[in-house]
């Protein structure tokens, strides 16, 4: 899933973005107001974390910008406010969560991971497509309920093969929600990470739909 965090202060949005790429997400990362706006209305992003305070353009309006232009990406907003009139006006806007400086990481993750899955549609954080098991909170895979050890970033990728399980899944689709804007490197890394998750479920458990993506199969 790919992240857009939008924080001025760029010490906690550094120390944000190295926290959930671990987690396996792909972050994009911007600290004026006007930026974060013109990011989040391409709708590559699957989460906006958003500060309020912000240069150019506070995150109130970024946010009422976005939901009166008919954006749906789910909001997480960050302040260091706590007042109960703050976080009316924040999901008066149209955010979906609210968090107050300082909060624990740990929650901030839980939190990102609640809008997500109910933004798919899925109040479970386990995803099943055939003999797997994928627990997006606890970050485990299971094949017929054996445990199958993946990277991160491994991880991210079947992510989006399970989420549309069934489906191809492009290429670009993958890279678009699993690598950052910063990546420049080959396209084909997606080839090689493919590669090597059906080397750990199964060579026949993800087919190449050639000059069209990648289809995971209900085996």
């Given amino acids: ?115 997500l899955r109910r933004r798919g549609g899925s109040a479970s954080p386990v995803l099943t497509a055939g003999p797997l098991r994928m627990d997006t909170a606890a970050r485990r895979v299971h094949r017929d309920g054996d445990e199958v050890a993946l990277t991160a970033k491994e991880f991210a990728v079947l992510e989006q093969l399970v989420l549309r399980a069934g489906e191809v899944v492009s290429k670009a689709d993958i890279l678009e929600h699993v690598w950052d804007f910063a990546y420049d490197g080959d396209p084909n890394i997606v080839e090689v990470y493919i590669s090597t998750l059906r080397r750990k479920l199964g060579a026949a458990s993800i087919r190449t739909v050639r000059g069209a993506g990648y289809r995971l199969e209900a085996l």
């Fill in 1 to 115: 899933m790919r992240l857009l965090i939008v924080e001025d202060e760029k010490r906690l949005a550094t120390s944000l973005a190295r926290g959930l790429t671990a987690e396996g997400f792909a972050v994009d990362v911007v600290h004026d107001g006007l930026e974060g706006l013109h990011l989040a209305g391409q709708g590559v992003h699957d989460l906006l974390v958003l500060d309020i305070m912000l240069p150019g353009m506070n995150g109130y309006r970024i946010c009422a910008a976005l939901r009166a232009a008919g954006h749906g990406t789910p909001i997480l907003m960050l302040t260091a406010k706590d007042g109960e009139y703050d976080e009316a006006e924040g999901l008066d806007t149209g955010a979906d969560d609210y968090l107050t400086k300082p909060f624990s990481y740990v929650v901030l993750v839980a939190r990102v991971r609640a809008l």
